[in-house]
């Protein structure tokens, strides 16, 4: 719900990034293989898949020589003069995943490890992308369907933040419709997200160098004239603390470049997407028992988090009115946390009537509906989006808006302000860095498909429930809809 793009890059001597292909390194993209599930078929494995780091991360260099054309928070005069000089005479490199970077897969399974110590200083953070071919990312079409996944948030204290999510970016990175970037979607190009983030550096086939202001917290980021606003379904901000899921609808349709003010430069809610989102915060909305080590999902251990989007019409083709969410641990399902606010009647999902009472019960300022809601969100949905996994820190506002009080002057009482126990003095890039570098998230066992076929005794995903939890019989139709069968 705030901002996750402030790029938490290296720190290389040599962090950089352009729209060419250098030559240095070969660009080998992990493997990662995921599900694709449907009631009667099971789960087929898709064997080929595998993932690319963000352009942000690469080193960039002139193109036929080594010359950074970008370093810690500037870009260099002479290869940058302007955006379109600076694609042009700018080569992105292939990335050394595991060694510089912290990121390794096996199997089904993605680790991203927070400080990657390397020969040239140290990686914070990092920012992958499923694809299904070399060149290309793979789309989810997401309505009438559901996605999930196991993950592992034992290793990630207050103040970090293992993100899974959606952004509407182009399947080919913007290749084919921006000619100038010839490093597309093998090199992790077309970011953009609901923040319309300024610290992405190559927009449109273009570097983002003019009016390129130094971050004043981190020392390998800065900001452009340049944003790249797109739709985002934020599946999962979490750490061990709290977690949330979000839609961030947005008024247009895949990566839309802004300048200025359109950036939301002065009025964060000036852009043309919500950048605060509609979230679902367990503990925010009142059960405090709910999400943590040792509670009812406990974030000590590995689960399963299932997430389903529901149409108007139960099929593809509707307008989206809910967005569902399920968790899975030692076989068992855990339907979510109900809202526990006075004021808050709806249940336990997200409905634009959920949103509606918890902007007005809560105060906060809101653009949800306005950017035009859960019908913008699952038109996105609808067209396809790439799937993004993240491990970040925040430079703007420490995460306390995931897991402590926040903004840190309420009165922590008051409904909304506290979304988790971590101190409202926690969370400091610094600090996490300096204290909790071996951190880590780890993503695994993906599954997509018709709602109800992705986890259960069936997928091979979890095991059989215990029978003492199950009371066989026949489903009601509510139960096959949300594919809760066999509890
Ligand atoms: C697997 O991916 C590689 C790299 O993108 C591609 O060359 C190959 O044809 C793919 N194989 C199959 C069976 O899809
Ligand atoms: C992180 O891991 C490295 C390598 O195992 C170890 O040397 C270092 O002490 C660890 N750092 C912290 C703060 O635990």
């Not at 933040?161 to 419709?177: H, I, P, Q, R, V």
Request: glycine fraction near 12%; include cysteine.
């Amino acid at each position: 719900m705030f901002p996750k793009l402030i790029l938490t890059a290296l720190s290389f001597l040599a962090v950089v990034s352009a729209q060419q292909v250098g030559t240095s390194t070969a660009e080998v993209h992990p493997k990662m293989s995921w599900k694709k599930c449907t009631k009667a078929g099971g789960c087929t494995v898709q064997s080929n898949a595998s993932i690319t780091l963000d352009a942000n991360w690469r080193w960039v260099h002139g193109v036929g020589g080594y010359n950074n054309c970008y370093t810690g928070q500037t870009w260099d005069k002479t290869l940058c003069p302007d955006g379109k000089t600076c694609a042009a005479n700018c080569a992105l490199e292939g990335a050394d995943y595991a060694g510089n970077y912290g990121i390794t897969t096996s199997g089904d399974s993605l680790t991203l490890k927070f400080v990657q110590p390397n020969s040239n200083g140290k990686n914070v953070g990092s920012r992958v992308y499923l694809m299904n071919s070399d060149t290309q990312y793979e789309m989810f079409k997401l309505l009438n369907q559901e996605f999930t996944f196991d993950v592992d948030v034992s290793n990630l204290p207050c103040g970090l933040n293992g993100a899974l999510y959606f952004s509407e970016m182009d399947a080919d990175g913007g290749a084919a419709k921006y000619p100038t970037n010839k490093a597309g979607a093998k090199y992790g190009t077309g970011y953009c997200d609901s923040q319309c983030p300024r610290d992405i550096k190559y927009i449109a086939g273009e570097a983002n160098s003019n009016g390129w202001t130094p971050s004043t917290g981190d020392p390998n980021s800065g900001k452009g004239t340049y944003g790249a606003c797109c739709n985002e379904m934020d599946i999962w901000e979490a750490n061990s603390v709290s977690t949330a899921y979000t839609p961030h609808p947005c008024s247009v349709t895949g990566l839309s470049r802004c300048t200025g003010a359109s950036c939301g430069t002065s009025d964060r809610y000036a852009t043309v997407c919500d950048p605060d989102g509609c979230d679902f915060n367990s503990y925010r909305l009142g059960d405090t028992g709910f999400y943590g080590k040792g509670l009812k999902v406990d974030t000590s251990k590995k689960f399963t988090v299932v997430t389903q989007f529901i149409t108007n019409t139960n099929t593809a083709t509707g307008t989206l009115t809910e967005i569902r969410r399920l968790y899975v641990q030692n076989g068992v399902v855990i339907q979510n946390s109900k809202v526990n606010i006075p004021g808050i009647t709806a249940g336990d999902s997200i409905t634009g009537a959920f949103c509606d009472a918890q902007k007005s019960v809560f105060g906060d300022k809101t653009q949800f509906q306005a950017k035009g809601g859960l019908a913008a969100m699952g038109k996105a949905g609808g067209n396809g989006m790439v799937l993004v996994m993240s491990i970040w820190d925040d430079y703007d506002a420490n995460m306390l808006w995931l897991d402590s009080s926040y903004p840190t002057t309420a009165n922590p009482s008051t409904p909304g302000v506290k979304r988790g126990t971590c101190a409202t003095t926690s969370g400091k890039p610094s600090d996490v860095e300096s204290a909790s570098p071996n951190s880590s998230v780890t993503f695994s066992n993906i599954r997509f498909g018709e709602i109800g076929s992705t986890y259960g005794a069936d997928t091979g995903s979890t095991s059989t429930p215990p029978s003492s939890t199950s009371t066989a019989g026949n489903p009601t139709a509510t139960q096959v809809k949300y594919g809760q069968w066999y509890v």
